[in-house]
């Protein structure tokens, strides 16, 4: 094996760590929050807000990275920005209640920095296997949250209470940091100073393509997180009890690992991107209604298929960040414009949706602003694929 391939593989290697931990500090607070509530006397419109402040936390940050590019090298602000999400961690669980809020916004910060700035990074070390690279990175952001929101309860217990359970979120952080902080130190020995690089966002609002990207990101976020928020909620209002509704996303969550995973061999099977998204939409549309009007005994087919459909969605998304600039900077802009108004926009419009479950028969409100809101992103996704032949193949 050559020097460059096994250069490229530990720095594979080590990326899919650092991706394994993007959202997995964020999804091991959910499961705690009722013990939260309690420990913190926080009424439900206070829960409410901690709950939207990971997703806007993540916009602010996003374009805060391609900023940031402009005075420290990106591989080195991956490390700073995951030692300040490190020590939003510690805040978290000893600061009180401006810890607990305080806290997630510094995580948030932190691990939204790292996700804008670490796809450029990997658009210039693997450019011949980005695609691939990119499912990996998307299975890999799934499993670290299915990891979080699922051993979040069982860390707690065995540590003695939920800010111990927290706090130890910052063990997997630290263990990315350090190795991440070697490739870093190996790359400097092997190249030359890289100096910090310019990466303006604005100018891209005026490319036709990069619109359609950030208009196909947002609808994704808005949809995504519509159902991520209210899901379990509509389904124990239809009768399931509390342990399978909550089964339900988690399920799904999980199911979005292997589709993340072979969203590119899938693309290349049926022939192009634009038949994947417009399949995988589908699928996730017919999973949404299946849900929410059909019989409840029916639940397990329709997770499993919402999971593969929103494994291949995310995917796509991500592939289309990565690939639709021709370098490093133009990657790290991309991805800071269409996270940034992506993670804020979609939590708004995911947002104000929820307020339709004050309306008479909120099912089937919530089905059909799903629909909306995947129909609008499949538009704008199929014109960003159409607009670039690299992404069709």
């Known amino acids: 094996m050559s020097k ?3 250069d490229q593989v530990h720095f594979v290697i080590i990326f899919l760590l650092v991706s394994f931990n ?39 940050a996003a374009p805060l990275g391609a900023r940031l590019v402009e005075w420290v090298r990106p591989g080195m602000l991956i490390i700073y920005a995951l030692l300040f999400a490190t020590a939003g961690v510690f805040w978290r669980s000893c600061g009180g209640i401006p810890g607990l809020f305080g806290g997630t916004i510094v995580i948030g910060l932190g691990l939204g920095i790292a996700g804008a700035v670490i ?30 929101a699922g051993a979040a309860n069982p860390i707690s217990l065995l540590l003695g209470g939920w800010q111990q359970g927290l706090m130890f979120w910052a063990i997997p952080l630290l263990l990315a940091t350090a190795a991440w902080s070697v490739l870093m130190l190996k790359r400097r020995e092997s190249h030359t100073r890289q100096p910090a690089m310019h990466a303006p966002m604005l100018p891209l609002l005026r490319q036709h393509q990069a619109r359609m990207v ?23 209002r239809r009768g399931m009890p509390a342990i399978e509704a909550g089964l339900v996303l988690s399920l799904a969550t999980a199911c979005q690992i292997p589709s993340a995973m072979l969203a590119g061999i899938i693309s290349h099977w049926l022939g192009g991107m634009k038949r994947l998204m417009t399949l995988a939409s589908m699928a996730a549309i017919i999973a949404c ?88 992103g499949l538009f704008f996704g199929l014109s960003a694929a159409n607009a670039s032949p690299r992404t069709n193949a």
């Open 214 to 236: 950030v208009l196909y990101y947002l609808f994704r976020v808005a949809s995504s997180w519509l159902l991520i928020v209210w899901l379990s909620a509509l389904l124990r």
């Open 119 to 148: 796809l450029g990074i990997a658009r210039q070390a693997v450019p011949q296997h980005l695609p691939e690279l990119i499912s990996a990175y998307t299975a890999c952001v799934s499993l670290g949250t299915a990891v979080g």
């Open 4 to 6: 460059e391939i096994r």
């Open 289 to 376: 209604w299946g849900l929410l009007v059909l019989p409840l005994h029916w639940w397990l087919g329709f997770a499993l298929l919402l999971g593969l459909g929103l494994g291949c969605i995310f995917s796509i998304g991500m592939t289309l960040i990565a690939t639709t600039e021709p370098d490093e900077a133009g990657t790290i802009a991309l991805s800071g414009l269409a996270q940034g108004i992506g993670f804020i926009g979609g939590g708004l419009l995911a947002w104000l949706a929820g307020l339709s479950l004050q309306f008479p028969a909120p099912d089937m409100w919530i089905a059909g602003l799903y629909t909306c809101f995947t129909f609008t």
């Open 22 to 60: 993007l959202r997995m500090a964020f999804s091991a607070a959910d499961p705690l929050l009722v013990q939260i509530m309690e420990t913190r006397h926080i009424g439900i419109g206070s829960s409410g807000l901690f709950g939207l402040l990971p997703i806007m936390s993540l916009g602010v």
